[in-house]
């Protein structure tokens, strides 16, 4: 199609040739954007049907990551510039030809990064149709599909310069070696954290949805995002942290996550007793103690433990507080759980409940925690103990500001 018509219809219309020429140039470029138009709406109008179609019974990821990430959208922007790449030559000729040469690298330069806009959408697509994996969240791939994206588009600006410059993209990657300390500079962080992502990902050492904990940058909450650069934490108190991700490298870091896929979370809670109301246990204050706890005889109770008289309130009660987590429905009994006596203190001896509970989630753990130990803390005077509590003597207490008025 060489629009010749357009040329002569003018000189039908009585226009002098001068400008009869410059008035065929502007309907020709008129035509062929008007065209270039329609063939983009059709395109996008073919594709949206035909996709729709396609993906109506694909599975859900499939049609998220084809249709949300914009992938045909970006296609469609190929047929316009094809057509007027296609009507350059016919368009700009004679005193006009000049013209081909800056105009096709123009729409050479647009054609690369339309091309790259599209594989960066391909990119987005696996990135989409990824994280409806179960590994997803084992093995995040954003840092990736990042590097992947920032590849492309360092490869489009090369190019864009090759064009250019009408050399080839070799010629200028031969040079690139020059700018190897300068990149490096400039991108360190990118390239650290591209590193760490990479040992991350491999190591499986965070994931998303994990519980970690960095002290030495204030972090303690759950994953939300691993990229590039950063990693992206909300605390337990809503704040967001961005931590670069070569962090967790350099530094050390605790994930919570073997305790949450075990279903036990560690409780270790000390109860202080005064050791001033530790005694031995007559044999009736033994009987009592059994039978009211135990559900048993002095004698069964002693055997079964291999004891022997005389026993100390203080052994009654912490083989009590272990009868009591073994008996309790929130405790682990495949894991570690006992109640064991540690070094005394100045603020007494610590009784110390070390157990699994079954409750991993904060709130429901502190609640299973905190009843343990409201009931032992009760539990302690029907044996004769008291728990340590500290009193300052130089202040006066209130039977001793009533005896001094």
């Not at 500079?185 to 519980?211: E, S, Y």
């Not at 055997?303 to 507080?321: C, G, I, M, Q």
């Not at 064991?340 to 904060?362: D, K, M, N, V």
Request: glycine share 4%; charged share 20%; net charge negative.
């Amino acid at each position: 199609m060489d629009l010749l018509f357009v040329t002569e219809w003018l000189e039908k219309t009585g226009f002098k040739p001068a400008v009869i020429e410059y008035l065929a140039l502007a309907i020709k470029a008129a035509i062929i954007i008007v065209v270039s138009y329609i063939t983009y709406a059709i395109a996008r109008l073919v594709i949206n049907r035909a996709i729709h179609r396609l993906l109506k019974k694909a599975p859900e990821r499939w049609y998220n990551s084809l249709v949300n990430s914009g992938f045909f959208k970006r296609c469609a922007n190929l047929a316009p510039i094809l057509v007027i790449n296609a009507f350059i030559p016919v368009i700009f000729t004679e005193n006009f030809e000049a013209w081909q040469g800056p105009l096709q690298t123009a729409i050479a330069i647009y054609l690369t990064w339309i091309i790259t806009s599209i594989l960066t959408a391909l990119a987005n697509v696996i990135h989409i149709a990824y994280e409806y994996s179960n590994k997803a969240k084992e093995v995040p791939i954003t840092g990736v599909i990042q590097v992947i994206k920032l590849v492309l588009v360092l490869m489009a600006i090369i190019i864009t310069v090759a064009i250019i410059m009408d050399k080839s993209p070799m010629y200028l990657l031969s040079g690139f070696g020059a700018m190897t300390a300068i990149l490096m500079v400039v991108f360190k962080d990118t390239l650290m954290g591209f590193v760490a992502g990479v040992q991350l990902a491999t190591n499986r050492m965070v994931a998303i949805d994990d519980w970690i904990q960095v002290p030495d940058s204030n972090v303690d909450g759950v994953v939300k995002e691993v990229g590039l650069i950063t990693l992206k934490v909300e605390n337990w108190d809503k704040t967001t942290v961005f931590l670069p991700t070569y962090v967790l490298i350099h530094q050390s870091f605790k994930n919570w996550q073997g305790m949450v896929n075990s279903g036990g979370r560690r409780m270790m809670r000390s109860i202080m007793i005064d050791l001033d109301s530790t005694k031995s246990l007559t044999e009736e204050q033994l009987n009592d103690i059994a039978s009211e706890f135990f559900d048993t005889d002095s004698r069964a109770w002693l055997n079964e433990n291999e004891l022997a008289t005389p026993v100390s309130n203080l052994t009654a009660f912490r083989l009590y507080a272990e009868h009591y987590l073994v008996n309790h429905p929130k405790i682990r009994q495949d894991m570690t759980f006992m109640a064991r006596l540690l070094q005394p203190t100045p603020a007494g001896i610590p009784l110390e409940i070390y157990a699994f509970s079954e409750e991993t989630e904060w709130t429901k753990y502190e609640t299973v925690q905190s009843s343990i130990v409201e009931h032992l803390y009760t539990a302690m005077p029907s044996f004769g103990l008291k728990h340590y509590q500290y009193f300052n003597k130089e202040l006066p207490t209130t039977e001793d500001k009533r005896s001094g008025e």
